[in-house]
């Protein structure tokens, strides 16, 4: 068995791929709703082999929730349009292009550090074969929305823009289960066969403010995409690990700025991992550093350079 119920008509499928754990989510109201399908192998097979469980097709599924526009939430879209056509795509605005756009979201998430750092050609060609078949949004999702799914389940919609910028998270109150999507990073993602991601944010207010979120919305399970299916006291663990982290972290990338006077992204990238080693150097990295000294910026303590990718500090 695949199929774990959290809740009458709520359920989670255990679906990894490659080396990364993935949950996907069903909800059984009278509209059949997936919440993250994964990547086209995982909606292909896992997703199915749940749904069969369940005594469902991929063609009764009606509604599609994206959490956030990566390829490993909204790569299996496709494989479900295939065997219902007419299946709604729903995601918050801020993200639809990265769902219906697959290079606009390879130049925006794995390209914009472009031409101080870029990951390998192979590495985002894998990425670009995992976003699969680009669909359109037809389901515009906005905070304080109440999805209202029939059969008495209703998600209520958070846009919590940090992960991404159109990432969202949905609650139902009915069964106390929250969906965190990637918002609840703790100390990354850990991977199998490869270094860890880092944790993966673009903007840390908008981290923290999320993570008060889930402090007090009152979930006794939360459903993360890569870290399971969690009781409320493990989330609040996780919460209090991602809040470390955030603090953490700034202190680290000022350091490490004042050390350096002034780096490239790049160089910063590997400073970074030389305190933290069992990170990737990645787009994750990428993101959240530059989210700090954005911040560092703001506040005068950092400056960025006329090449767009090198930081001075400006204190020491
Ligand atoms: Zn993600």
């Not at 985002?124 to 029939?150: F, K, N, S, Y």
């Not at 998600?155 to 106390?176: F, M, N, Q, Y």
């Not at 979930?219 to 991602?242: D, F, K, N, P």
Request: hydrophobic share 40%.
């Amino acid at each position: 068995m695949i199929v774990e119920t959290l809740a009458p008509g709520v359920h989670a499928i255990d679906a990894p791929f490659e080396d990364v754990p993935l949950q996907i989510y069903v909800v059984e109201g009278s509209r059949l709703t997936v919440i993250d399908p994964g990547v086209p192998e995982t909606a292909a097979g896992r997703l199915a082999e749940g749904l069969r469980e369940l005594g469902r097709r991929l063609a009764d599924v009606d509604l599609v929730i994206n959490t956030h526009g990566h390829h490993d939430h909204r790569g299996g879209n496709g494989v479900v349009a295939e065997h219902n056509p007419d299946v709604a795509i729903a995601a918050h605005p801020a993200d639809a292009a990265w769902v219906t756009d697959t290079e606009r979201y390879l130049a925006e998430e794995y390209l914009r550090f472009r031409p101080a750092w870029e990951p390998p050609a192979e590495a985002v060609d894998r990425i670009r074969r995992l976003c699969g078949a680009d669909l359109p949004v037809t389901v515009e999702l906005a905070h304080g929305d109440e999805l209202d799914l029939g059969g008495g389940h209703v998600l209520s919609v958070e846009h919590i823009p940090a992960h991404t910028d159109g990432s969202v998270a949905l609650l139902h109150r009915a069964g106390k289960v929250l969906f965190t999507g990637d918002a609840l990073q703790a100390r990354g993602t850990p991977l199998q066969r490869r270094a860890d991601f880092f944790p993966n944010y673009r903007h840390v207010d908008e981290y923290r403010r999320s993570l008060d979120f889930f402090a007090g919305c009152g979930a006794e399970i939360v459903g993360t995409a890569h870290t399971g299916v969690c009781s409320a006291h493990r989330a609040a663990q996780l919460v209090a690990e991602s809040r470390r982290f955030a603090d953490e972290y700034a202190a680290v990338i000022e350091t490490l700025l004042a050390k350096a006077g002034s780096a490239t992204v790049a160089e910063l990238s590997r400073a970074t991992r030389e305190h933290y080693p069992r990170y990737d150097d990645g787009s994750p990295l990428l993101n959240t550093m530059c989210a700090y000294l954005a911040d560092m910026c703001a506040v005068g303590t950092a400056r960025l350079d006329d090449d767009r990718f090198t930081w001075l500090g400006t204190r020491s």
